[in-house]
């Protein structure tokens, strides 16, 4: 479907469009206004062509408390965007024959191969009662990449499943990869694997995955094989000194969701959550992105074999895969899902289409955090930013900013 994803990556950068420097002004305007309005307080915007920085502006604070100014150096929690990270990971272990898409997770994690499927029914007197039937397959390490391994969050998936995750404490007490693991499989999947694309904990799972593979921690091994290679040296789960603590981007503190969410992270210093739990830079995550951009190569390292490359970057959840949508799909209209990063493939239902590239990749987060990789312009964007209040509004309207920046005269 995207075959020819490496070869258009050179064959477009010739003749892609260098961006406008009066329409990039427009973003320096958008984000200067949600600053002084109040509803953000700061961002560090990166856009990178050709493997060289044309873009990169820092706005605001990293803390209304302390007035600190952003710079490129200031480190976000990336929540979400943790997870193509750790996808890479997965892909180097497959790529290495270590690991096998097929491979039922139970095979790694015992715990899974009790875990049932939990089906709402009507009970006796008229309500509705969790029933709970065998999966009709085994989860496999794909259900974890491509988040059809029924797997969902606990404010995802039906009032009873939402329910029995919120009952069984996920978060209680101290907890590391292989104990959240374990109650992950005690829970109900939503949905028979294979069956519905359902954003949830499958890359936690899949990060207790790759411990048991690899003999390493989940951090260990990244910081081993993609961090340090790729100098992503501000990148991590836990920061332990002051100078880096001091450099951490903070939400509104009315930003609830957020301001929750980051508390209950850094409370658990122990977990290295493969979903969520990283923290990094713009710059830093700008290596990662040139790496996707290269084709799986960064500075003369190759991470992944093209045909590995190809795989992940490729949609396995469009027509003949069985996989169903609904409103809970977070790739949006035009994306399909390769293994931890959405691909376009196609202009979507919108008219006009949204802006962006048929073998685009991307991804975002639920702390604003965003980022693409789009080979017809051989560009980059990252937007750092810590806000689940506004980043709804903010993310499609920055990316339409990046895009009319590169749009050609008709």
């Known amino acids: 479907m995207l075959g020819g994803w490496l070869v258009s990556t050179f064959a477009f950068a010739a003749d892609a469009p260098a961006p406008s420097p009066e329409k990039l002004e427009r973003i320096t305007q958008f984000f200067d206004n949600e600053v002084t309005s109040g509803r953000l307080p700061g961002a560090v915007v990166l856009i990178q062509q050709h493997g060289k920085p044309v873009y990169l502006k820092c706005f605001g604070v990293r803390d209304v408390k302390t007035g600190v100014p952003m710079t490129p150096d200031t480190i976000f929690a990336l929540h979400s965007m943790t997870k193509p990270i750790t996808s ?7 790529d ?12 790694y994690i015992p715990a899974f191969a009790d875990t049932k499927v939990g089906l709402e029914t009507p009970g006796m007197d008229g309500s509705r009662v969790l029933k709970l039937v065998p999966p009709v397959r085994p989860v ?7 988040h059809t391994s029924g797997i969902t969050y606990e404010y995802i998936g039906g009032a009873l499943i939402e329910h029995a995750y919120m009952a069984a404490h996920l978060f209680g007490g101290r907890f590391d990869n292989a104990e959240f693991a374990d109650r992950i499989a005690a829970l109900p999947l939503a949905r028979q694997p294979g069956t519905l694309w359902r954003y949830g904990h499958s890359t936690d799972v899949l990060g207790r995955v790759i411990e048991i593979v690899s003999g390493q921690s989940l951090y260990q091994f990244e910081k081993q094989q993609i961090l340090d290679p790729l100098g992503m040296t501000s990148t991590k789960f836990l920061l332990t000194t002051p100078e880096e603590r001091a450099r951490m981007a903070e939400p509104l503190p009315g930003d609830p969701i957020l301001v929750a969410a980051e508390r209950g992270r850094r409370s658990h210093p122990e977990w290295e ?28 390292k190759r991470y992944l074999s093209p045909a590995a490359f190809k795989d992940m970057t490729t949609d396995h959840i469009g027509p003949g895969s069985g996989v169903e949508r609904d409103f809970f799909y977070f790739p949006g209209d035009g994306f399909g899902y390769g293994y931890g990063l959405a691909v376009r493939v196609e202009p979507g239902d ?19 955090t965003y980022f693409g990789v789009d080979p ?35």
């Open 376 to 410: 017809k312009l051989d560009m980059v964007y990252i937007l750092m930013e810590q806000t689940q209040n506004e980043r709804g509004r903010i993310t499609p309207a920055f990316k339409k900013l990046v895009y009319d920046a590169f749009a050609t005269p008709n």
């Open 350 to 368: 919108a008219k006009p289409p949204a802006p962006g590239s048929i073998g685009e990749l991307k991804w975002d987060s639920g702390s604003g």
């Open 88 to 94: 890479l990971a997965a892909m180097m272990l497959i």
């Open 96 to 107: 290495q024959g270590r690991l096998a898409l097929s491979d039922p997770v139970a095979k």
């Open 140 to 146: 496999t390490i794909m259900d974890l990449l491509r």
């Open 273 to 300: 959550s493969g979903g969520g739990g990283l923290v990094s830079t713009a710059t830093d995550y700008a290596r990662f992105a040139q790496m996707l951009l290269n084709g799986g190569e960064f500075d003369g």
